[in-house]
């Protein structure tokens, strides 16, 4: 199986609890004023890849958790939920940011197989109106859902809402709930 990924973080510490491999999916139709990561929006976009090769580099990040993003990462539910197993049977924890609401996933043809994989969910779509950038959530309407024991509110609340990392060949990749803004100067 394959999936559409916008792009592929294997150890961030902003994206949940602890060090996390982040799969940004491609992706969303949405269409929430205001997005922040309009460039995730079109299905074609981003690169394929397939689901067992993230699972290995998921396996060999060492990070605590798996974190999907996006787009919206059950607009592509079947690789969503083969990359979720995958994290399961390694052991490692799962989270994932998705525009739909709790009700909304329960309705998906996969969606209570997708929530019986998850460990915390933040659902409902970005409002800019109550823009909020704390705590893993972009905007007040969205809620934190702990759908085990695997993490308090208070692991969640501790994600930093930014991070800043620069690859070993130079490039600069920013992320979190409220992510900082580069100026370049020369
Ligand atoms: S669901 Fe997420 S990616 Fe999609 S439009 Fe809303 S904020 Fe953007």
């Not at 800019?128 to 509110?153: D, F, K, V």
Request: proline share 6%.
């Amino acid at each position: 199986m394959r999936a559409r990924v916008h792009g592929v973080e294997p150890r961030s510490r902003a994206n949940g609890p602890g060090a996390r491999f982040v799969v940004w999916l491609q992706g969303c139709t949405l269409g929430c004023p205001g997005c922040f990561n309009p460039t995730t929006h079109p299905a074609d976009g981003g690169h394929e890849i397939e689901v067992a090769e993230l699972a290995a580099q998921l396996e060999a990040s060492g990070a605590e958790g798996l974190s999907l993003s996006g787009g919206e990462p059950f607009q592509q539910p079947a690789a969503a939920l083969a990359l979720l197993e995958a994290a399961r049977a390694q052991g490692k924890s799962t989270l994932a940011f998705s525009g739909y609401t709790l009700d909304e996933l329960r309705a998906l043809p996969l969606g209570e197989r997708i929530l019986a994989h998850l460990d915390v969910l933040i659902d409902g779509r970005y409002v800019a109106g109550e823009r909020l950038a704390t705590g893993l959530r972009g905007s007040e309407n969205q809620r934190i859902r702990l759908l085990t024991s695997r993490y308090s509110e208070a692991d969640v609340a501790a994600t930093p809402e930014a991070e800043i990392r620069i690859s070993p060949t130079g490039e600069v990749i920013l992320t979190g709930v409220d992510p900082l803004k580069l100026k370049v100067l020369r």
